[in-house]
């Protein structure tokens, strides 16, 4: 099953939650880079809410033109780049300077889906709900 049926499914209270992180961790998704930048200096798009972090992830191009759409930025040519869920959650979430998580489809109204800091999610070490220094985090550590 693709990621964005998992969403669907769960946003309509008939999806299983595993599963959807399951096809979250297996989904290639598209990155757009903060500023557009493919050499490296500029990062990946994404907002502070909260005091999370939230890096932008779409399942598809016209996703993203969706949300360029609502950003007011139709006209510009957006760099990306094509990341499994699991690299982003496992790689990228770690070096973030304090929780993050990631934003799926965040202009899709009906479809879009977040996966926060939390365990089970992203790992124990950086998960908001996971205490510092329980056998949960040093198993990680």
Do not use: H, K
């Not at 500023?35 to 999370?52: C, F, K, P």
Request: aromatic letters at 8%.
């Amino acid at each position: 099953m693709e990621l964005t049926v998992e969403i669907s499914a769960y946003r309509t209270g008939v999806g299983d939650p595993g599963r959807l992180v399951g096809e979250f961790r297996r989904a290639v998704l598209l990155v757009p880079r903060s500023g557009g930048s493919v050499d490296g200096g500029g990062g990946l798009m994404s907002a502070v809410s909260g005091g999370i972090r939230w890096f932008y992830a779409f399942t598809d191009e016209e996703a993203m033109a969706r949300f360029a759409v609502a950003r007011g930025e139709a006209d510009c040519e957006w760099q990306y780049l094509a990341v499994l869920g699991a690299r982003l959650v496992d790689a990228v979430v770690p070096e973030a300077d304090g929780p993050a998580g990631v934003a799926v489809n965040v202009a899709d109204a009906d479809g879009s889906m977040l996966f926060p800091p939390v365990a089970g999610i992203v790992p124990d070490a950086y998960a908001v709900d996971v205490e510092a220094g329980s056998e949960s985090a040093a198993r990680v550590a």
